[in-house]
Structure formats: C-alpha cells, structure tokens
C-alpha cells in the first residue's frame, strides 16, 4: 500500500514510477504535478494532477485520450490492454460480452472514433465504484455519441480522472466507505417514484409518505434521538448536544418530475452520516445538530413552494391551503391524505425560534458544470441569487407568410425572438447575471401564417437585488421598446419575486475553513439555483457547501450524480465544519 509521506518524499522520478499506471501511458502528467509537493491529502493529489490535464495544451490533451484502449474493442481481443484497463474492463464485463453486445460496441466505436477521432472514454467502474452493467455503458456511449465535438473532449478528460482517482484509492487502498453509505442511500430512496419510468417525487403523494418513512427509519439507525413528521410533513432528526443550543441542517427530499437522486437528498444524507459517526464514537457536541428533510421545495404539484422551509420561518400563508393541483386536489385534502392535519394552528406548531439556533448550514449538489469544469469536488457559495419571473405574451397580426411584406408584418414571434437576443446580450454583460426564456408557445401556428401571439417565460436571476432589479427593468424598458417600434402589444405577468441570500460571511469562513482542512483549493462561486437556505437566511444566519455533480453538473435530470469520493469529501467537510465550532 502506498501513502502520502512515500510519495511527498520520493525523487522526482521515484514520484512518476509510484504512480505509473494512473494515467494512461502518460507519465508527463505524474512529472508536471510533482513540483506540487508535499500534498496533505489523497484529495489534494487528485485534485494536482487534474489540473496539469487542464493545464496542458489541446494537443497533450488529445495524446492522453488516444493512449486509452477502445472499450471491448480490438485491444481487448488481443490482449494488449494494461493491467489497469483489464482489470477495470474485466469488472464490467467488457471481456464477456455476447457476441451482439460486442457487435454493437464495436460499431459504437467505429462511429465515435470517425466522428471524434479519438476512442471514448468511459469510467466503467461508474460513480458508485462498483461498476456499470454494459447496457448502461452502451446506453451512455449511444447518448454522448451525439455530443459536440469540443463537450465530448472535455468529457472524455473527466472520466480519464474518475479512472485515475479510482486506481489511487486502489494503490492506497483507501475506500469512500461513506460516500458509498450516501450513494446506496440515495438509490434505495429513488425507488419510490409517483412515475414508473424516472423518479418522481411531489408532495404529499404515497411515494413522498413512503420516502419520509425511510428517512425516518434510517435517522433512528444512525442514532438520532427524536425523530418525527411535522406539521407539514418536514422530517426532523435531532441529536442533543450537551448544551442548549442547536446548529440547523438539511435540505429537501421532494423532486422535480424526471429528477436525479442527489438534488437536496444529499443534504440530508451528508449530516445524518456525521451524526451517525459521532454516535458510534459516544460523542456529544457542545450544540445539538437538528437535520431536517423539508417536504418540498420545488413547487412541482402545488404553485407555491418551499413550504417546508416556509413553515420554519412562520411564513406559511393560509391561502396555499385552499390551492388545487392538477387533479383539482387542495393542499388542505392533500395534507389530510398524507396523515397531516391540514390546519394553520398545526402548521404553526412547526415555527423555529431563532434564539435557539447558531445558524443553518445546507450542502447541496451544484447543479451546474462549473465545479466539474475546474476538477473540483467541493466549492463555497458566497450568495442564492435573487430572481424575478414571470409569464408574458405578445400580440401581433397573424397574416399570410407569402403575400405579406417583411416591412408591414406584425410577428409576434420574431418580437419574443428580438427579446431573447437583448437578454442573453444583456446578462452576459455583467458577472454572475442569468436571463432565460425557457417556455415559448405560438398558440394554433401555422408553417405558412405569420404568427400573431407568442406565449413565454422570463426567469432573471443575479447574486444582489441591485443586480437582478437593473436587469429586470432593462429588459422590461427593451420589451416595451421592441412593441412600440415592431406595432405589437404585450401583457406580462409576474409570478415569483425572490430575494438574494448572501451567505453569512462567519459561516462562509467556516466552510471555507473545512475545504482548506481537506486539502483542496477554495473556489467560490453563487447558486443560481433557489434552495430551502434562502428560505431559512430570512430567521438564520446560512452558508452553503456546493458538492461537483458529474455528466457535466447536469441536474432536475436522470443523469444527475456525484461519485462516492465526493460525497464522501463533503462528509468530512461537514465534520471539520463542526470541528471549527
């Protein structure tokens, strides 16, 4: 077994042989990151030498992808793998495909290497570590196979360092044994679906009750000493502290429909294993932790959302009670279904003192490709950006596509088209600013009438409310502006106004703290996304941990993962935060 003092104390050329095998008939990779020395954790060395990959030309780059063997392709046949590549190739069953398997994966190959010029890479051991069955491989190849050219290079270079970290941990023998706990966690949990073909998790509904029952039952293993619903459906785990106060955590356990299993259970997930720890080893805190799975935060059966979170802070309105999903369902019948008394009396119940509580701190998936992009698997988020939505349409003439003259049309649509450019233009302007039109509908259209409504969306979201109300009256003034000069009408309508949620900068710190303790570089970055934190920031101080989803930081999507030495890194960021307490 090899370890980090061998390592950091090795000549240079010592360092490359300890690691030759890492990276694929690469050994530059190992020479470069060498001067990187001494590195505190495993972490720190993974972290090092992915970013002289990131750092090397485009043509280094391409040389590290063609030393890869094609997946059961001739190499295999042939027995030239590496022992690395055989061993990895061999646990997914790559050596023992049917001959249909192997037919198909050789014409995969053929296709991606004439598209691409270069073999796809693939990490067959997945996220978990213990490997994706070849119709999961044959499935991603088929899917990245459409891929453009220049997300396909950097794809194939992500999955190079799954394989690297992956064969680290074999050389140090080091195992994610919580990270693994976490991933198992969250695969048993996706079972319960209110859909047959992806997960599907909304509010109040037999699967949503089912989940709350399981997260119930594993807070109790882990050793929580009060574990209960409340009024709202929130699962709340609390573990005592020898002292009065309490430190809150958590995120949601509700998904989108079509969703990924991380996005807010791995919030729950990442405290109920550091209680779980602290159990095991006897220890008290001198806080108590309090670990709640809000309810809901998505808003996906019922208009408005977090009120989970809401019912926290005492913000619960009574109006939602009398609000009706799809089926005509109300909020009130749906709680009473779920087992919840449905009443404002019971909700209120749920309200938090905020004297009572040091702060709330919530880990979360990231949710967008910037962590993954720079190699990293942890960040620091500095604000929830605020946003302002809302539904509009634009009325114009609908008329005859080929008798009518390009100077005395009316074109709703190319109104909503003029508006989309401004707004991308607009945001890209200034940093962490986003403007999206996500839904656009010409209602009845023709391929031969100029279009004479156009239905859509406005989602504006910045890092300050200076920010996100500059943008929002910049695209309304340009909205009215591209009416007036096209003779066209619109209607706007708003439907959420969030505020901002800087993180508390004592809380940052901390976080920023805990990273630093793991080895890894800090990068800060803002949540576009809105969480159950920006709800809670309105009573408690927050801070918030990003975690790197891979598939590019995809997320709201089945493809939505972390790996298992990722989750486990943000378990220990959430010890070490705990330590600076």
């Not at 509700?254 to 095991?280: K, N, Q, S, Y």
């Not at 009443?343 to 709330?360: E, K, P, V």
């Not at 962590?371 to 008329?399: C, F, K, M, W």
Request: glycine share 8%.
């Amino acid at each position: 077994m090899m370890t980090l003092d061998q390592l950091n104390a090795a000549s240079a050329a010592s360092f490359v042989a300890l690691l030759d095998g890492t990276y694929e008939h690469s050994p530059w990779i190992a020479e470069r990151a060498a001067a990187s020395r001494p590195f505190k954790t495993l972490a720190a060395l993974k972290v090092a030498l992915a970013r002289v990959v990131r750092e090397a030309s485009v043509d280094e780059q391409l040389g590290l992808i063609r030393a890869h063997p094609e997946l059961a392709g001739k190499a295999a046949v042939a027995g030239e793998l590496t022992a690395e590549s055989t061993n990895e190739q061999q646990k997914a069953g790559l050596t023992a495909c049917t001959p249909e398997e192997f037919a198909k994966l050789q014409q995969l190959n053929a296709d991606y290497n004439a598209r691409f010029g270069f073999p796809f890479i693939l990490a067959v051991r997945g996220p978990r570590g213990t490997g994706f069955t070849r119709q999961e491989i044959i499935a991603t190849f088929e899917r990245r196979l459409r891929a453009h050219p220049d997300l396909e290079r950097a794809e194939c270079l992500r999955q190079i360092h799954r394989i690297a970290e992956i064969r680290l941990n074999d050389k140090f023998d080091a195992r994610p044994e919580l990270g693994e706990q976490l991933w198992d966690w969250a695969a048993a949990l996706a079972q319960h679906s209110d859909a047959q073909d992806a997960l599907t998790c909304t509010y109040a509904t037999p699967a949503h009750t089912a989940v709350g029952e399981q997260l119930m039952a594993w807070m109790r293993d882990c050793g929580f000493d009060d574990v209960h619903r409340d009024a709202v459906g929130n699962i709340v785990g609390i573990y005592n502290g020898t002292g009065n106060q309490r430190l809150l955590t958590g995120s949601h356990y509700d998904t989108v429909r079509r969703a990924g299993r991380f996005d807010g259970r791995l919030g729950i997930f990442v405290p109920m294993l550091v209680v779980r720890e602290l159990h095991r080893r006897g220890k008290r805190l001198p806080f108590g932790l309090e670990v709640v799975g809000f309810s809901e935060e998505e808003g996906q059966r019922y208009p408005a959302d977090f009120l989970g979170s809401s019912a926290l802070i005492g913000a619960f309105q009574p109006a939602w009670l009398d609000q009706a999903d799809a089926a005509g369902i109300t909020l009130r019948d749906a709680m009473q279904s779920a087992g919840l008394a449905g009443t404002m009396d019971s909700i209120q119940t749920a309200t938090r003192d905020a004297s009572r509580y040091l702060g709330f701190v919530e880990v979360h998936i990231e949710q967008g490709p910037v962590l993954d992009s720079l190699d990293l698997p942890l960040g620091i988020v500095t604000s929830i950006n605020g946003s302002r939505r809302y539904t509009g349409e634009i009325v114009g003439l609908a008329s005859h596509a080929g008798t009518t003259p390009m100077g005395q049309r009316r074109d709703a649509a190319a109104g909503v088209a003029e508006l989309i450019l401004f707004i991308e233009q607009r945001a890209a302007s200034v940093p962490d600013i986003v403007g999206t039109v996500g839904m656009l509908e010409v209602p009845s259209g023709s391929i031969n009438v100029i279009p004479g409504r156009c239905r859509f969306s406005l989602d504006l979201r910045a890092t300050t409310d200076a920010a996100r109300d500059a943008l929002d009256a910049d695209v309304r003034t340009k909205l009215d502006d591209i009416c007036q000069r096209r003779g066209l009408s619109c209607t706007l309508k708003p439907t959420l106004a969030a505020n901002a949620a800087p993180s508390d900068p004592a809380w940052q710190a901390r976080w920023e703290a805990a990273v630093t303790a793991l080895g890894l570089p800090l990068h800060r970055l803002p949540s576009g996304a809105g969480h159950d934190a920006m709800k809670i920031h309105e009573l408690l101080p927050q801070a918030m941990l990003f975690v790197r989803g891979g598939n590019g930081g995809i997320s709201h999507n089945p493809l939505e993962s972390v790996t298992a030495d990722d989750a486990e890194l943000s378990v220990r960021a959430f010890e070490r935060l705990l330590d600076t307490l």
